[in-house]
């Protein structure tokens, strides 16, 4: 298995792009194999220091989320507000 090499000193090098409304997006392990397990709810949280937390719909309780840093929670208020009205323009 081969480790990707990291640059910690360069700071804002995208590793994740936004995919399009509707674009197909496939998960596969480091050496090409589809992950098991893919039909939870999950949503990747932009954390501090360049760090990106996959959250599941299990981790959404206050135990797992105690870890998190200030620009997470930050993260996590703002959808939360947006999800809120995307829910009430569909009633």
Not at 38 to 65: Q, S, V, Y
């Amino acid at each position: 298995m081969i480790t990707p090499k990291i640059d910690t000193r360069i700071r804002n090098t995208p590793a994740f792009r936004t995919p399009s409304m509707k674009e197909p997006v496939y998960t596969f392990s480091a050496n090409g194999s589809p992950l098991g397990g893919m039909n939870e709810l999950f949503i990747n949280l932009p954390a501090g220091d360049g760090k990106n937390i996959r959250l599941t719909a299990e981790d959404m309780d206050m135990a797992n989320l105690s870890r998190l840093d200030k620009k997470a929670f930050d993260n996590i208020k703002l959808l939360s507000s947006r999800l809120e009205k995307l829910c009430k323009t569909l009633k």
